[in-house]
């Protein structure tokens, strides 16, 4: 099984990576290979459909995902939003019942937001979501300040443990023969006449 982290932050190696690799650890713990993907500052240099297409391949061997962005203005990272945007259009069929779940990091607000901003895109393609103990956030400006947030830490813990558990409870019912839900062709109603 394997884990794809997508790093939103313009800073690939901060508090965002850090928080990635919390929950990258506990994954490897249980038996589940990881790999982080920074989205960085490609995603606004005209690089956008060629880091798209990078991510669709690695996805389309993945079994689950997660989003993680620094908080900007109570949102994530203008970077993690373009690439969501153009991943969710281009590659909605291979995200489609993929567990995921989003994590933000924060200096102090603004995470609540940020979360529910990309746990949208998530329930878009019908995926579950992976949750933890609390909201799946954890604080700090820096990677040292990261490490500092012993509840954050315990939050990315479980966040990575709770994704392991769902991601064997998905192979163990496809081995008894669960199958996975059609997915409908979808009814688009215009409010405007």
């Known amino acids: 099984m394997k884990v794809i982290l997508f790093n939103g932050s313009r ?6 990576y ?3 690799n919390l929950v990258a650890e506990a994954l490897g713990k249980n038996g589940v290979e990881t790999e982080i993907f920074w989205v960085g500052g490609r995603a606004l240099t005209g690089e956008i459909d060629a880091l798209v297409d ?5 996805i389309q061997n993945a079994d689950g995902l997660v989003f993680g962005s620094p908080v900007y203005y109570a949102s994530p990272s203008g970077e993690l939003i373009a ?9 909605e069929k291979f995200l489609r019942f993929k567990p995921a779940a989003a994590l933000t990091v924060a200096r102090r607000a ?7 901003v990309i746990n949208k895109y998530i329930t878009y393609a019908q995926q579950p979501v992976i949750t933890s103990r609390y909201w799946n956030m954890v604080h700090g400006s820096n990677g040292a300040d990261v ?3 012993e509840e954050g830490i315990q939050i990315m813990r479980t966040m990575g443990r709770n994704m ?9 019912g496809k081995q008894a023969g669960v199958a996975q839900p ?3 062709k979808k009814i688009f109603t215009n409010f405007i006449r």
């Open 11 to 16: 800073n690939e190696k901060g508090s965002t």
């Open 18 to 20: 850090t928080a990635l």
């Open 54 to 58: 990078e991510a669709i391949e690695k």
């Open 83 to 91: 690439f969501l945007d153009r991943l969710y259009w281009k590659g």
């Open 110 to 116: 603004g995470t609540t937001a940020c979360l529910d």
């Open 147 to 149: 490490l500092q947030d």
């Open 164 to 172: 392991a558990w769902i991601l064997k409870s998905i192979e163990a």
């Open 182 to 184: 059609e997915a409908e």
